[in-house]
């Protein structure tokens, strides 16, 4: 039984209809550029073939009824009072209804279903996808005319007022705008974007989840965010230019900040070498090598564990042990750090045996349960039927 259909047989045993429309938006991995987009960088990222589905119904009052797979559980709104739950879930599409609110858009009331094969808490921006399939469903539904930037943007925002997260654009701009076999090189300033072709050949792509979230990850993203803002504001007194490392070249840490303060010079001159592995990776992308890509994955792990200092033991056990295979030519951590996914590429017909191989190894030196996750670059956000 295809998805459409296991999708309008659940929502019609629970709301009584068939839904007037169905979407899907995808998780997403990020390629290479870690920590940039907050610096106005660059970023690589892909949409993945795991996403969130939404199955919603027009009515013909004001009232808004969600009901979500996961949670086995119904909540219920009006269009006029949308406000934050305490519950969480909803609040990932109160939040969007809350946007197009603001946007003086007119929303009707309706029914909307939730589901999804996005893992959670695997850093494959789960929330974002529920939000992107929601604006999408949203603006079909009702004929907003809104394009899929926009769509993206209101999902960003959905996130700041509803969830609490000042998340940057990367994840629902890849949840909306992506190409099946194709990375966005996005521009996190400017919004620019230009679509790469990933055509990975020989090989695949398999993300290790290490099953752990280390607390300090919040306090630490404050931390670097603190000493980038800082390293700017050095910068500017000599380069009034410098509107952010975007701008910054190592040259330039080397002559204002590092006499000032050797902290902030590491952390700066990660993000300057960070955008420049985007600019790497992606000629690499161009001309089909896709070893060269493996190798900047490499050299960006060792960057972001030892210099911006945000990995943990386990991420970095599997990526030192993913070196020792020849058949894998390239990992890292993907997403914030101290925990989440290390993405590996792996020769295709390999990935599976040294996934059973390295997830005892794991757990005998961290007592955890190591998850593989297959992925493959999909489309973004689309309806279904």
């Not at 007037?20 to 550029?33: C, E, T």
């Not at 209804?97 to 029914?111: C, H, I, M, P, S």
């Not at 992308?285 to 945000?310: C, N, P, T, W």
């Amino acid at each position: 039984m295809g998805k459409e259909n296991i999708l309008t047989d659940r929502y019609q045993a629970l709301f009584g209809n068939k839904p007037d429309l169905m979407a899907k938006s995808p998780g997403r991995i990020n390629l290479i550029g870690e920590h940039t987009d907050y610096n106005e960088g660059f970023v690589l990222p892909t949409a993945i073939d795991k996403a969130i589905y939404v199955a919603v119904e027009a009515r013909d009052d004001d009232k808004i009824v969600l009901y979500a797979e996961d949670f086995s559980e119904y909540y219920e709104s009006t269009v006029d009072t949308v406000s934050p739950s305490d519950k969480g879930w909803p609040n990932y599409i109160l939040g969007v209804v809350d946007q197009l609110n603001k946007l003086n858009l007119a929303v009707k009331g309706f029914n909307l279903y939730v589901d999804g094969d996005v893992p959670l808490g695997a850093g494959l921006s789960s929330s974002a996808a529920v939000e992107c399939a929601t604006g999408f469903a949203l603006n079909e539904l009702f004929h907003f005319g809104l394009s899929r930037q926009e769509i993206a943007k209101i999902g960003q925002m959905a996130e700041h007022t509803f969830a609490g997260v000042k998340c940057g654009i990367m994840d629902q701009f890849a949840s909306v705008l992506s190409k099946e076999d194709f990375v966005i090189k996005l521009d996190c300033r400017s919004l620019e974007y230009e679509h790469v072709p990933l055509l990975l050949g020989d090989y695949e792509l398999v993300l290790f989840n290490t099953n752990v979230k280390h607390s300090l990850a919040s306090s630490a993203y404050n931390d670097r965010r603190n000493s980038c803002e800082q390293g700017v504001a050095w910068l500017q007194e000599a380069y009034p230019e410098v509107l952010s490392l975007r701008d910054a070249t190592v040259d330039m840490l080397e002559a204002v900040v590092e006499p000032k303060d050797e902290e902030v010079f590491t952390k700066c001159k990660y993000v300057v070498e960070e955008n420049i592995r985007v600019e790497l990776a992606c000629e690499a992308l161009k001309s089909g090598d896709i070893e060269e890509l493996g190798r900047q994955m490499f050299v960006a792990h060792d960057a972001i564990s030892k210099d911006y200092e945000v990995s943990c033991a386990e991420l970095d056990f599997l990526v030192e042990y993913m070196k020792n295979q020849p058949e894998a030519v390239g990992a890292r951590m993907m997403g914030g750090g101290f925990g989440g996914c290390t993405i590996n590429i792996v020769q295709k017909g390999h990935a599976e045996r040294i996934a059973k191989q390295v997830a005892p190894a794991y757990k005998e030196a961290f007592g955890l349960e190591l998850e593989s996750i297959f992925v493959a670059a999909s489309g973004g956000s689309t309806l279904l039927g």
